[in-house]
């Protein structure tokens, strides 16, 4: 079982930029693919980053190369440096947990509850 948390949304202005953390607990932290999804109103929860154990990562075209993810194993926490944020870029961003090496969303088991970011033009 793992309980994920976020922290680190707020409002900002566009160019601006804001760094996410997510804290885990239980022991197995290090043995997950942590991943970062977003879900804006109206619309389906989308990928943004994800993390392997081994520290490989991968990004949406949308976020590649303005956000960062990384994560530190001894203080059982994920993050997401954003910056040069867009409008766009507004949404419920969640941090999950995963088995897998994948960014589906249906593959993750352990979602926290998000933290909402605004970006205003």
């Known amino acids: 079982q793992v309980q994920l948390v976020e922290s680190g949304g707020g409002l900002v202005q566009a160019g601006g930029s804001l760094r996410l953390s997510c804290a885990a607990s239980?022991?197995?932290?290090?043995?997950?693919?942590m991943g970062w999804f977003r879900q804006a109103p109206g619309k389906q929860r989308e990928f943004v980053a994800r993390i392997t154990r081994g520290g490989i990562t991968n990004y949406a075209d949308s976020v590649k190369g303005r956000f960062t993810i990384s994560r530190d194993n001894a203080k059982n926490t994920v993050y997401l440096q954003m910056n040069s944020l867009k409008p766009e870029d507004t949404a419920v961003y969640y941090c999950?947990?995963?088995?897998?090496?994948?960014?589906?969303?249906?593959?993750?088991?352990?979602w926290g509850r998000g933290t909402q970011v605004t970006v205003s033009s």
């Open positions: 999950a947990a995963s088995s897998q090496f994948t960014s589906a969303p249906a593959a993750y088991a352990y």
């Open positions: 239980g022991r197995t932290f290090s043995s997950y693919t």
